[in-house]
Nanobody, 126 residues
Framework: QVQLVESGGGLVQAGDSLTLSCVAS????????MGWFRQAPGKEREFVAL???????????DYADSVKGRFTIARDNVKNTMYLQMNSLKPEDTAVYYC????????????????WGQGTQVTVSS
């Protein structure tokens, strides 16, 4: 069992940067595959980025096409924290951002994640 708490959301202008954090409880953080998802008003929740450790210092990451080159996912196993660095933000990035964890395996499918945070609001004004 793991509990996830996101933070770092806020109101920014187009072109600004923002970093989201997701703190996980428990001592096996490094074993989980983790992801960021978002849900805009009136839309379905969608995949943003994922991260999984392959070996001690080697990881695999993937991104939605809409954020590639602008967003960066990272994890710190010492702090049990996952980050989403968001640069060059656009109004269409406005959404509630959720972090999620699953026990094993890499996937972009929302229904295959086992644990979810409560979400943090990101609003990008034009």
């Amino acid at each position: 069992q793991v509990q996830l708490v996101e933070s770092g959301g806020g109101l920014v202008q187009a072109g600004d940067s923002l970093t989201l954090s997701c703190v996980a409880s428990g001592r096996t953080f490094s074993r989980y595959a983790m992801g960021w998802f978002r849900q805009a008003p009136g839309k379905e929740r969608e995949f943003v980025a994922l991260h999984t450790w392959i070996r001690a210092s080697t990881y695999y990451a993937d991104y939605a096409d809409s954020v590639k080159g602008r967003f960066t996912i990272a994890r710190d196993n010492v702090k049990n924290t996952m980050y989403l660095q968001m640069n060059s933000l656009k109004p269409e990035d406005t959404a509630v951002y959720y972090c999620a964890a699953r026990n094993s395996g890499v996937t972009k499918r929302i229904d295959e994640y086992d644990y979810w945070g409560q979400g943090t609001q990101v609003t990008v004004s034009s």
